[in-house]
């Protein structure tokens, strides 16, 4: 489908005028659900960190490691800040973000996707966006973000190379790909949605259970998606053929649930206050480790090698870091002490982990046998995000006062 051009545009007020209002929602022609400028370039796919979530395309392993005299420098001011975590694309830094107003004005200047100089903090363009929408996907020179509609943007300049209505986007619906299909989540539907990810044609349309989806995540064998219950409903986790939407399998859940961690053979996330590990081949529930979550949203899972890594918190406490064992959810050991940071992820490369620690403004390397603290590094304020980390870069948002600012280290 195409947009209405001029002429039918016309003709449709036309007609309303000699029809009256009745009847003109069938009148008038309807802004198209699909707009497809090229083809998006999904290639080269390169490994590392993409976004908050699990996924082959998406988890927390990062890259090269921060040199030890390297030092944190605020780059940008933001108005506000909400759940879009800083993504690194190859020399590259992605930040959705809302920028404060000017002069008088009560409105941002600006909100919606940054895309920066991940050395020196220098724009290299803007994609205005209405907010709220979700952690950005990168996938080769493509970057898919979900809001109220999903786009695929060329990550050299921001262009658009297709668009597609889906609905409400929010953290944990970030896309993901599989095979070359991207899948979101429709909220409005309550269905997951799988496009062809060079032309976003609509390929597939799977409904959920009755309640609003919490998250979804990839691997090259399927997506998996999960929904809460209620009073009234059951929840389920699934996983969908990707290129049919078919279910694969549905596992029923009962309480709060968080975003799927795609690991080598499993697939783990929260349900309550436990962290549960489900059997990517059959959905069968493999462990489950009561761990405390934070007050109001949950922490981050990081699984690599064997090892999964996420926070711990007793009531009135400062969260811990803390290390299980991928599988049988065995703890290994507990880590110091960090911020309590809603939606704060942990990067984690082959021997060690970064994350915010103490009650001080210091980032830490974790050695990832014991929980040590090898290194720190001080921050310009206190912590908003965890730190993402790429090729020797970092980036993380932190609160000075009362100005949250982008800050990078390199």
């Excluded at 409005?188 to 919490?214: I, K």
Aim: glycine residues 10%; contains cysteine.
């Amino acid at each position: 489908m195409v947009p209405p051009s001029r002429r039918q545009f016309l003709a449709g007020l036309g007609t309303l005028a000699t029809t009256g209002v009745t009847g003109c929602l069938d009148v008038l022609p309807r802004f198209p659900k699909r707009v497809y400028n090229q083809d998006a370039v999904t290639t080269p796919r390169t490994p590392g960190w993409r976004s908050k979530h699990g996924g082959t395309e998406r988890r927390s392993i990062a890259t090269g490691r921060l040199p030890a005299d390297a030092t944190a420098t605020p780059v940008l001011t933001v108005d506000d800040w909400w759940e879009g975590q800083p993504v690194f694309a190859p020399n590259q830094l992605i930040i959705p973000a809302q920028l404060p107003p000017e002069g008088d004005s009560y409105e941002p200047s600006f909100e919606g996707l940054l895309a920066l100089n991940p050395r020196t903090g220098r724009e290299q363009w803007r994609f205005a966006y209405e907010k709220p929408f979700a952690t950005p996907t990168v996938v080769g020179n493509t970057i898919f973000v979900q809001g109220d509609t999903t786009y695929a943007l060329n990550r050299s300049d921001g262009s658009v190379y297709w668009e597609y209505r889906s609905g409400y986007g929010y953290s944990g619906t970030a896309p993901v790909v599989a095979n070359d299909i991207v899948a979101i989540i429709a909220a409005r539907s309550r269905t997951v949605v799988g496009m062809d990810a060079q032309t976003g044609e609509q390929l597939w349309s799977t409904p959920l259970v009755h309640n609003f989806p919490t998250g979804i995540a990839s691997d090259d064998q399927g997506i998996y998606a999960c929904t809460p219950s209620d009073d009234e409903n059951p929840g389920e986790l699934v996983r969908l053929d990707p290129t049919t939407g078919e279910y694969e399998w549905r596992t029923g859940l009962q309480g709060r649930v968080a975003t799927p961690v795609v690991g080598s053979d499993r697939v783990y996330f929260w349900v309550d206050f436990q962290l549960r590990a489900f059997d990517k081949a059959t959905g069968e529930q493999a462990w489950a480790t009561t761990l405390r979550g934070s007050r109001h949203e949950y922490p981050n899972v990081a699984v690599d090698n064997g090892q999964c890594i996420t926070l711990t918190q007793n009531p009135g406490r400062y969260p811990r870091v803390v290390a299980l064992d991928a599988s049988s959810g065995d703890q290994q050991w507990q880590g110091p002490h960090t911020h309590t940071v809603d939606y704060d992820p942990l990067s984690v490369t082959e021997a060690h982990i970064y994350v915010p620690v103490g009650e001080s403004h210091e980032l830490g390397l974790l050695d990832r046998t014991d929980g040590s603290i090898v290194e720190t590094w001080t921050l310009p304020g206190h912590p908003v995000t965890g730190v993402t980390i790429d090729d020797g870069s970092g980036v993380l948002v932190t609160r000075a006062e009362t100005a949250p600012s982008i800050t990078v280290l390199n």
